[in-house]
């Protein structure tokens, strides 16, 4: 049976760190909004009652319904083999991707530091102030505790000789971030030769390689959590 993904349908957003593992291990989903639409998205999220989800994205199967990235992440990682089975590389590998969920977070907050609600146009000066502390201080830090992390184990992966979900999860992050920042990625990208790495292996996945194909990747726009503004990014 297939899992339901519930997530906003015009955007990659956070919903995409669950889509690439499972296009991956080519695990059958329905991106159920993409079906319904905003609206009945917002109908199923407020039809639930009991132990809900804060807000997409969430996976449903069977009545049980799991919310938060990196719970659905360790979940699937659990259940489709696309994890380790030893208990303190689960837990490792779920404290990387907690990381990146931080980093995430980050990344939102450079176009809306004042007020999420607030259009990114209402809050220019702002924006441009911590797009500048984020990319001279936050990101370098950041991508070299990744970077650290490929190294903490063996193999050409972050765990071992295969791929986890958190190697698909560094696969978008560093997309994310070159469409955001491509001239300062640009600059950074030769001081993470390990991320990069990964990042390219994951694009040749051959799930990977035929969803980056099709019409179910959406590209990044300005309504995601990784935007453009010329503005925000220099060397």
Not at 79 to 105: E, F, G, K
Not at 191 to 197: G, I, S
């Amino acid at each position: 049976m297939a899992y339901t993904l519930w997530y906003w349908p015009s955007i990659q957003g956070r919903g995409e760190f669950v889509r690439l593992p499972l296009e991956a291990a080519e695990i059958a989903y329905v991106d159920r909004a993409r079906e319904v639409g905003e609206e009945g998205l917002m109908a199923d999220l407020n039809a639930r009652a009991g132990r809900t989800p804060f807000a997409p994205p969430y996976l449903d199967l069977d009545g049980i319904v799991i919310a938060q990235v990196a719970n659905i992440l360790m979940y699937l990682g659990e259940r489709h083999d696309i994890a380790p089975s030893n208990m303190a590389d689960r837990l490792w590998l779920n404290q990387l991707q907690l990381t990146i969920a931080d980093l995430v977070s980050e990344v939102h907050n450079v176009h809306h530091p004042v007020a999420m609600m607030d259009y990114y146009d209402d809050q220019k000066p702002e924006a441009a102030r911590a797009a500048r502390q984020f990319r001279d201080e936050r990101l370098p830090k950041f991508l070299g505790y990744l970077e650290d992390a490929t190294q903490a184990n063996p193999g050409e992966w972050l765990i071992d000789h295969r791929w986890t979900y958190c190697d698909t999860s560094l696969f978008q992050l560093i997309e994310g971030l070159r469409y955001m920042f491509p001239r300062r990625m640009k600059t950074l990208e030769p001081d993470y030769p390990n991320l990069v790495r990964i990042h390219d292996q994951v694009a040749n996945l051959p799930g990977i390689r035929a969803y980056l194909k099709s019409d179910r990747r959406l590209p990044f726009n300005t309504d995601g959590i990784f935007r453009h503004y010329p503005e925000l990014d220099a060397e």
